[in-house]
């Protein structure tokens, strides 16, 4: 079966930076775009960031792109969130995603905090 277990969260300053991991197994990994989501308190999941199969096509949401970096290790079955330049407005839990045949699949999440 699916399954998606990100890491890397944490506590950080405005103006810091974290890497958010997810280790993916049951599917093909190389095969599927992969996509990172948050959701802050009260607010619905926001798609963040996509990379495509081979990792030469990338897509942000406008309040990241420029700060934040997608990439992929398909011989390690793992996606990256590179995120620079936190802002508060980033707190949210970050959870790791992929759509297939028409189901979507999430990890447990994993918790950034910005604050000082």
């Known amino acids: 079966q699916v399954q998606l277990v990100e890491s890397g969260g944490g506590l950080v300053q405005p103006g810091g930076s974290l890497r958010l991991s997810c280790a993916a197994s049951?599917?093909?990994?190389?095969?599927?775009?992969m996509n990172w989501y948050r959701q802050a308190p009260g607010q619905e999941r926001e798609l963040v960031a996509t990379i495509n199969p081979a990792g030469d096509n990338t897509n942000y949401s406008g309040s990241v792109k420029g700060r934040f970096t997608i990439s992929r290790d398909n011989w390690n079955h793992t996606l990256h969130l590179q995120m620079n330049s936190l802002k508060t407005d980033d707190t949210a839990v970050y959870y790791c995603?992929?759509?297939?045949?028409?189901?979507?699949?999430w990890g447990q999440g994993t918790q950034v905090t910005v604050s000082l």
């Open positions: 049951g599917f093909t990994f190389a095969l599927y775009t």
């Open positions: 995603g992929v759509r297939r045949f028409g189901t979507d699949f």
